[in-house]
């Protein structure tokens, strides 16, 4: 078992920033492929970014694309989410979890050990 805690969320105007982070206490993510999804209420969870352990491949969902950068310093153990021209359709509770392979990196079913999820709302 694998325990992620995410931080780093909060309430930003249209445009801003916030960068989120991703950590597991006492475990190493450096050989970790990690994913970061999100969920808006009423929605089901989507795919935001993902990034292979050694950090050379990245993923992005197309909504976040050229805003949203997904980094690892496996130096802290630490992934990161640096979201920026944030928009209201951006506000969710956004979760990183352990990519355990499979055909489909956007795919949640190929995800596992969630965090417990950071709230980003963003406003208008």
């Not at 993510?29 to 795919?47: C, I, T, V, Y």
């Not at 979201?83 to 499979?102: F, H, K, Q, R």
């Amino acid at each position: 078992q694998v325990q992620l805690v995410e931080s780093g969320g909060g309430l930003v105007q249209v445009g801003g920033s916030l960068r989120l982070s991703c950590a597991a206490p006492g475990r190493t993510l450096s050989r970790s492929d990690m994913g970061w999804f999100r969920q808006a209420p009423g929605k089901e969870r989507e795919f935001v970014a993902a990034i292979s352990g050694g950090g050379s491949l990245t993923y992005y969902a197309d909504s976040v694309k050229g805003r949203f950068t997904v980094s690892r310093d496996n130096a802290k153990n630490t992934v990161a989410l640096q979201m920026n021209s944030l928009i209201p359709e951006d506000t969710a509770v956004y979760y990183c979890a352990v990519y355990g392979g499979g055909a489909s990196w956007y795919s949640m079913t190929n995800y596992r050990y969630w965090g417990q999820g950071t709230q980003v709302t963003v406003s208008s």
